[in-house]
């Protein structure tokens, strides 16, 4: 698969969670990273696109009550 972040392939030591992975090297860039450090406008870029999707296929599946995304 591919990191949400920074698009490179990812191996089996990823974060995986809603259908994207980020790679060990930017799960860690994400814990240190402060608001001012540059890259950090990329990585909220990032999750913003992958919420937004979320969104999308949640709001054409029509989910109910209960239902998960």
């Not at 001012?36 to 999707?53: H, I, M, T």
């Amino acid at each position: 698969m591919e990191c949400l972040i920074c698009r490179s392939e990812t191996g089996h030591d990823c974060l995986a969670f809603c259908g994207a992975v980020i790679c060990s090297d930017c799960e860690v860039r994400l814990m240190e990273q402060t608001a001012d450090e540059p890259g950090y406008e990329n990585q909220v870029q990032a999750f913003r696109q992958l919420w937004q999707k979320q969104l999308l296929a949640a709001r054409d599946r029509h989910l109910g009550d209960g239902d998960c995304m």
